[in-house]
Structures are given as structure tokens and as C-alpha cells.
């Protein structure tokens, strides 16, 4: 008989995916058609809950290939907002407007939930891994298939070191984290190291290398996590009672039914009740061919 090692549990709390389609499109169909992809993690430890906004590379969680190793099992996320206000959440997700010189007027769509669930950071053998389990919706659909989101699914998570060139296929920011000395002292001369104390993921820029575990209800079965279904409706939701999301302006097409809505931007939408921003700066000829 095998024994497989105990997994400590590092943080657990809520974990949600969130879309932003680009500008002008009414109706996502496809990756093509997606601006950014989120993921959030709510912790639930004691203190202040803390929240933290990643932006997924591909616009896709990696793919889980059992048995196999695949470039596409690999991808990273990086921190773009950390925070302890669920507001700042809300207005980071929340349409906005711009001006531009030769369209006038341009609406950035909110963003929509495409999932929600609970989460656990995990040291599990010599490595950490973030395991999560959908809530909703009950079945992914294909909202849910288009950006690679399991009903359970686990990721060896890795944290780069910010003093050092970032590996190919990964952005450059042009600020990293800002990690006090016994955080950034960590790291040595190692390009990435565990995520094992969460406080790495509490800065800005952080990034994180995501590398395809488990799926499925393996994810539970070697790691050791306990799941119990928890039934969600649209009232008890946690984009709501937690994000503090407006339950009118949020489609539930994708949240509970697994597919995209039928309109990105509502029919009522007023722009000039939106928050202006400054317009988004021209991708450059080096960053348009990755894509």
C-alpha cells in the first residue's frame, strides 16, 4: 500500500474567474474575442481578508495532461491587484469609458464572473500547488471550456524572482513587487521558489508560474482535500455578498448556466455614468505578433 504524504494547508478561501471581453465586441464567441482573463483569490483567514486579482497569461488556465509533459500544461499569472477592500475589486472589474482621437468615445465592458469556488494553497511533498473546486456553475459549460476551468483542478504554483530576467513567454513589467527584505531574500539566486508563505502573493507584480497537476477528483484524492458541495443561488453567491457586485448589472448566463450572454454591454447602460480613463496605449508591432 502506497502512503502518500499528508499536504499542510498554507490559505484556503474563495476563488473566482473573471472575463473582460475587448472593445466592440458584443458577443464573445472565442479567445479572440477576450481582452483579459482573472482569477481571484479571497482568502478566509483569520485578520482582514485579503484580496488578490491575477491576470492569466493566454487568457486560459494550463492545460492538466496526466502522464505527459506539454507546453501547454504550463502558463503565469500575475498579481494586478492586491487589497483588503472589496471595492477596489469591484472598481477594477467595473466598465469604463475613454476618449480616443479618431473613434471618440470607446466603452470598456465590465467584467463577468465565469466562475466561483473555494481554493487551497498547499505544500504537498516538495512543492506547493493551489488546488480549487467549482461551486458555480454546477457543470462547466462553454464558457467555462474557453478558458480551461475545471469542476476541480490543481496547478504547482512557483514565484519568480523579480531581480532576475523573466523566462520566454513571460511579460516584463516594468515594476515588480515591492517584497520587504525577509520576503525578497528568500529568493537568493533562484530564479523561482515555492509559494510557501502566501505573503508573496500580497505584492503587486508578483508572478506566478502555473504548472498542470491534477484534475478531476484526483485533485481532492492526492492532495487530501475534504470537499462538501456547497448549493449557491443567485442570492447567496459570493461575487455578491463578497465582491459586492450589483446583482443587476452581472449577467448569470455564465455564473449558472455555463455560457457567454448575449450581450456584453447591457441595453440601459448610460456611459456618462461611468468612470473615465486614460485610453490604452497601442500594442507595439513585437508585442501584437505573440499573440
Known sequence: MVRRRVSEVLEKGDVFFFYRPRVGVEHVTNLGQVQRFFMILASAERGPRKFRMFVVGRKRLPEIIPGRADPEERNWAMVALATTDPNDVREALSAKRYRTLTRGERILAAAKPVGEGRYWLLVHEDHTELAYVLELPEKPGPAQETFGIKQEASYIVAVRNPELPATS????????????????????????????????????????????????????????????????????????????????????????????????????????????????KPRTKRAASRR
Open 169 to 280: 513567454g513571460m511579460p516584463a513589467p516594468r515594476h515588480g513587487p515591492s517584497y520587504p527584505h525577509d520576503l525578497a531574500e528568500r529568493f537568493e539566486d533562484k530564479r523561482w521558489i515555492a509559494a510557501d508563505d502566501p505573503a508573496l502573493l500580497d505584492f503587486e507584480h508578483a508572478q506566478l508560474l502555473l504548472l498542470g497537476s491534477y484534475q478531476g477528483k484526483a485533485a481532492a484524492e492526492e492532495l487530501g482535500i475534504r470537499v462538501k458541495p456547497k448549493h449557491e443561488t443567485s442570492k447567496s453567491a459570493e461575487v455578491f455578498t463578497l465582491l459586492h457586485l450589483d446583482r443587476k448589472e452581472v449577467p448569470l448566463e455564465p455564473l449558472f448556466k455555463g455560457k457567454f450572454p448575449e450581450r456584453e454591454l447591457p441595453r440601459d447602460l448610460h456611459p456618462e455614468r461611468l468612470p473615465t480613463i486614460e485610453p490604452p
